[in-house]
């Protein structure tokens, strides 16, 4: 039988005709001006993968450096240009075919991720506070990823002065992932855009040059949890699929107010069922709550921050949680504000055992990485504060706490990268005793962003929890603001005991160096104190500009 045949038994069998009309396909618009920010660092990710390729060993890394942090500032001045050209407040809208939205809080957040970026960057280019072995100058990170630690192919990369310089494009991926994040308008684009960073992440938690096989457990325990969470997110989705019939924000919520005009017939015997609409926000919600690190749903963050490249460490600890605080806040203020009844007592839980938890549990830490994980655990219960809320102070009081928090917390991890003695970085709490006395500018530094996470007045911290506490009393969740007071009171304790350490007590004789770093740490450092102070002294201004930023487009 020919071909010409079959073909016309197969289309008089699907009731096709050759001389049907043309189907007329309509081509996508995608507003490639409005997604210049991410476009920006996808593209530059690209590069630094071709460099890597391409470029001689020996260039490789100023190449990589330049490459990222221009191209991070890049995706900052369009930001801005695009906030200056009205798209966070009168011309926000739904661009990319409804996938993306370009409102105030993306590109506010956006912004603060560009810049806490940026920030990180100088501490991953690094290479003065190791000893140069062999001559050759080395940071944080292992000499060759793919070979076994302690083995002979490692020995001879380290002789070679080999250094991983795809930490830049992993990097700029993961930063890619975040700016998508919290400004994803459908489900799918989200849980795109949460693998899109993650995945970078698992793999830069691997990679410390030092205590490499603690940095491996690490990485394998983030990316076993992470999948969990992932897996939950996924079933989440399609649930609430199931539930509305779309994975666009803007339809689920019309389903769930009731407002919904159409309906799929296809869907019709599922559309409406609360309890697909009750399990799978619970199950997008606890994938959400894991990336933020809140109780129960914190158990990998103090293993992964202790155990990753500390440079790593504060990149994560900052950027994550401002990108998936911004998801947070669109899932429930966009897409369940008619579920608010169902979901706020939830949230009121997850918030006081999560401020609770993080602070008790951090009085018996005895490793300063794993004394910042907890600290950074209980913020994220004072952030859920105002998330609570659901006001538009709620929302610009969040905004305005991760700002906040993101420079203190690179900063705070910058400067425990300086304190270093024969095994490379001393975290041991007991090595800092009598810091203060050893070298007083590291210690007094320190001291401020410790003061800043205990939220004592004139720092950004005090800025940043009263008005997520103002916001969560003017909300009508008092309650909730009376645990933070008490949880605030239970973190200052360990806060004011490392200061006390560090200035209080005499130094050991065989104790730790603080490592003279490049203007590249200091600039990192030196911002970090910058932005606490100003925003603790001054902090109106960016009060303001939260709240301008606050309205979700719908």
């Known amino acids: 039988m020919s071909a010409t045949a079959v073909h016309s038994m197969w289309t008089v069998a699907s009731g096709v005709t050759t001389a049907a009309p043309d189907v007329k396909f309509t081509a996508p618009t995608i507003e490639y001006a409005q997604l210049a920010p991410v476009l920006i660092v996808v593209g530059a990710a690209v590069l630094g993968v071709l460099a890597e390729a391409f470029v001689p060993r020996r260039g490789r890394y100023l190449t990589q450096v330049l490459l990222t942090v221009v191209a991070l500032a890049a995706a900052f001045a369009s930001v801005v240009g695009l906030a200056a050209g009205g798209y966070g407040t009168t011309k926000a809208h739904i661009a990319a075919m409804g996938a993306v939205a370009v409102d105030g809080p993306a590109l506010f957040l956006q912004g ?92 830069l938690c691997a990679l410390a040059r030092r205590k490499r096989l603690m940095s491996q457990e690490a990485a394998v325990k983030y990316f076993l949890l992470g999948a969990f969470s992932s897996a939950f997110l996924l079933f989440g989705i399609a ?61 990998w963050t103090p293993d992964v921050y202790q155990g990753a490249p500390t440079p790593v460490t504060g990149f994560m600890a900052a950027a994550t949680k401002v990108a998936a605080f911004g998801a947070l806040l669109r899932l429930l203020y966009v897409v369940l504000p008619g579920l608010a009844w169902d979901w706020r007592p939830v949230m009121w839980g997850v918030s006081i055992v999560t401020m609770l938890g993080g602070a008790i549990v951090a009085i018996t830490q005895t490793d300063i990485k794993r004394l910042l994980a907890y600290s950074s655990i209980a913020h994220a219960g004072f952030i859920l504060a105002g998330v609570i809320a659901t006001t538009p102070e709620g929302i610009s009081s969040v905004l305005f706490y991760l700002v906040a928090y993101s420079f203190v917390t690179v900063g705070a991890f910058a400067v425990v990268t300086l304190v270093r003695d ?61 645990v933070g007071v008490i949880s605030s009171a239970i973190a200052a304790f360990f806060y004011i005991r490392v200061i006390v350490l560090m200035f209080f007590q005499e130094p050991k004789a065989d104790g730790p160096t603080v490592a003279v770093p490049s203007p590249l740490t200091m600039t990192t450092i030196g911002i970090g104190v910058a932005v606490t102070l100003v925003l603790g002294l001054a902090p109106q201004y960016f009060l303001d500009l939260a709240s301008q930023a606050g309205i979700f487009v719908r």
Not at 145 to 171: C, H, I, M, N, Y
Not at 445 to 474: C, E, H, M, N, Q
């Open 112 to 203: 603060t991720i560009l810049l806490a970026s940026i920030v990180a960057v100088f501490t991953f280019a690094e290479r003065r506070l190791d000893p140069a072995p062999h001559g050759n100058r080395v940071d944080s990170f292992v000499a060759q990823a793919g070979s076994v630690p302690g083995s002979d192919s490692e020995k001879q990369a380290v002789r070679a002065g080999f250094t991983t310089t795809e930490v830049f494009p992993l990097l700029l991926f993961a930063v890619a992932g975040m700016l998508v994040f919290p400004a994803a308008n459908d489900l799918l684009t989200l849980f795109v855009a949460l693998e899109v960073f993650s995945l970078p992440l698992y793999l």
């Open 239 to 299: 649930l609430l699929y199931g539930y509305a019939g779309s994975v666009s924000y803007a339809t689920i919520a019309s389903v769930v107010d009731g407002s919904v005009t159409e309906i799929d017939p296809a869907l019709a015997s599922t559309m409406g069922n609360d309890a697909l609409l009750l399990i799978g926000g619970a199950m997008i919600l606890m994938g959400l709550l894991f990336k933020v690190g809140a109780v129960p749903f914190h158990m």
């Open 422 to 482: 024969a095994g490379g970085e001393a975290t041991h709490l007991s090595k800092w005793a009598g810091l203060g006395r050893r070298s007083p500018l590291t210690a007094a530094v320190f001291a401020v962003f410790l003061l800043a996470f205990a939220g004592i007045p004139l720092t950004s911290g005090f800025s940043g929890k009263f008005a997520v506490f103002k916001a969560a009393a003017d909300g009508g969740a008092g309650g909730l603001v009376v």
